[in-house]
């Protein structure tokens, strides 16, 4: 941390006005035409002074800033320790090394659920002395109900590993790799996807010339679209010359690629079972005899990834879970969102009711929200973090997570000074986080920029951004 010397009330007083009154503008009309930005910085205390104030009030997508509001959420309700469940259920006895009845997976939407952590669940179901299932193999997915998709969502990115819909069946976070080898020029590219990945994935991907100026071959773009059961078609085209790629896809259809892959393990566990596998969507209220059960890590641990590397599936997940939770029904989007406004009015005394919350991610472009009601958030993240242990799970400026390598903070003096949230989706380059000095003082602060696009096609598009942040946020770090 760099060293931060404390002045009097009054210089600091006078300071903020200034800032207020002109560094704000003067600092926003470097961002390109267009660009519309929400700012708030205050200081983290039992008075909070506001040191930089621009448009708190506005309505923005907060993006992947987002999470920090499920995080918040997720530790109030279901508690650091909490922990996601698989189970393995019968309604039979196991005898003559068969089990007569039926197996009754109850899945958790557990993000983490692995195919080892599978292997492992039927090896001891196996170790119990079941070589065969007389009944029917059910998985309950009673957990969540409705689409697995949010509202809002961007239908051309739904193929995408980030993507990935937070179905109750996940197994190695509902992704797999696909890997595409250019041709000679005018011919097909070459497509394979892993043996024992349950996908059919086919394709009619063109070879073109790597500098083509054919207007046809510019504008032929790599696509991917996608029908029922796991089946993705790939089209359009790709530069000769390049080297193969690996393209990670998300598991549409969550039950059917589940389904798939616990047959095979059951086969290779050398547990026979003839039958079809099913899913339920409603709760098993029949008298149930626990086989095998797995956990996932607590949820701290599973915040702190979520937080540091921006994983959507984890967020969704988790903020479905709180629904059902809150509510003690299956979980939706919106009884999650509903939940989530609860909570904190309850527990934090924050009133989120005109803020539009579809889901955990931040993907959807449906949601609003304003500097001032993230800023709520983040103080009392602050106020109470010794039991919320939330701060210590954001990314670090210079050092790990989404701020590890972003251009305006990975170099002195910011490098370790920021603890903050990104969230970045078309058009918007988002922060909500802290600035930690030396002396132990913090400064919380909120950035919300939407309708973002670069004026010059000369340099990357996010370098005025990144000029602005690093220039911007100086003066707190130095104290300028």
Not at 88 to 115: C, E, H, V, W, Y
Not at 148 to 156: C, L, M, P, T, V
Not at 267 to 294: D, H, T, Y
Request: a positive charge; charged letters at 20%; hydrophobic letters at 40%.
């Amino acid at each position: 941390m760099k060293n931060f010397k404390v002045v009097s009330f009054f210089i600091i007083s006078f300071f903020s006005a200034i800032l207020q009154a002109q560094s704000v503008e003067s600092y926003v009309s470097s961002l390109p035409k267009g660009s519309d930005i929400s700012i708030l910085v205050q200081s983290v205390d039992d008075k909070p002074r506001t040191l930089a104030k621009y448009k708190s009030d506005q309505f923005k997508q907060p993006a992947s800033t987002q999470k920090v509001i499920t995080a918040l959420a997720a530790e109030l309700e279901l508690g650091a320790d909490f922990r996601f469940e698989t189970k393995m259920l019968t309604n039979g006895s196991i005898a003559n090394k068969q089990l007569n009845g039926d197996l009754i997976i109850q899945l958790s939407g557990d993000p983490t659920f692995t195919r080892g952590q599978l292997k492992n669940m039927l090896a001891s179901l196996r170790g119990k002395g079941v070589e065969k299932i007389t009944g029917k193999v059910i998985l309950d997915t009673s957990i969540f109900t409705s689409h697995d998709k949010a509202e809002g969502w961007s239908w051309n990115n739904l193929t995408a590993c980030y993507n990935a819909p937070p179905s109750a069946a996940i197994i190695d976070d509902n992704c797999f790799y696909v890997t595409i080898k250019p041709g000679k020029v005018g011919a097909k590219a070459s497509i394979s996807v892993s043996s024992n990945i349950p996908v059919t994935v086919t394709g009619n991907v063109k070879t073109i010339a790597k500098n083509s100026k054919d207007l046809n071959d510019k504008y032929c773009e790599l696509d991917a679209s996608y029908t029922d059961k796991n089946r993705y078609q790939l089209s359009g085209c790709i530069a000769s010359g390049s080297d193969k790629i690996a393209l990670k896809f998300a598991v549409l259809n969550g039950v059917d690629y589940f389904s798939s892959v616990l047959k095979n393990e059951l086969k290779q566990q050398k547990i026979s079972f003839n039958g079809a596998i099913s899913a339920r969507n409603e709760p098993i209220n029949s008298k149930l005899s626990l086989l095998v059960s797995s956990q996932s890590a607590p949820l701290s641990e599973l915040l702190t990834l979520m937080l540091k590397k921006s994983n959507n599936l984890y967020a969704d997940a988790i903020f479905r879970t709180i629904g059902g939770h809150y509510f003690k029904i299956p979980g939706t989007w919106r009884n999650s969102g509903d939940a989530v406004k609860q909570i904190l009015l309850k527990k934090a005394g924050i009133d989120l009711e005109n803020l539009v919350i579809v889901d955990g991610s931040g993907l959807s472009r449906l949601n609003l929200v304003s500097a001032d009601k993230m800023m709520e958030i983040l103080q009392y993240i602050s106020a109470h973090d010794r039991d919320l242990k939330i701060i210590e799970k954001l990314p670090v400026a210079g050092k790990d997570g989404t701020l590890q390598y972003r251009k305006s903070f990975n170099q002195p003096p910011f490098i370790e000074t920021i603890r903050a949230k990104t969230g970045y989706i078309q058009g918007s380059y988002n922060l909500a986080g802290f600035i930690e000095k030396s002396d132990g003082k913090i400064i919380a602060f909120v950035q919300l920029l939407s309708g973002y696009h670069p004026e010059r096609r000369d340099e990357p598009k996010n370098s005025a951004i990144m000029r602005f942040e690093s220039e911007f946020y100086k003066k707190f770090v130095i104290g300028e």
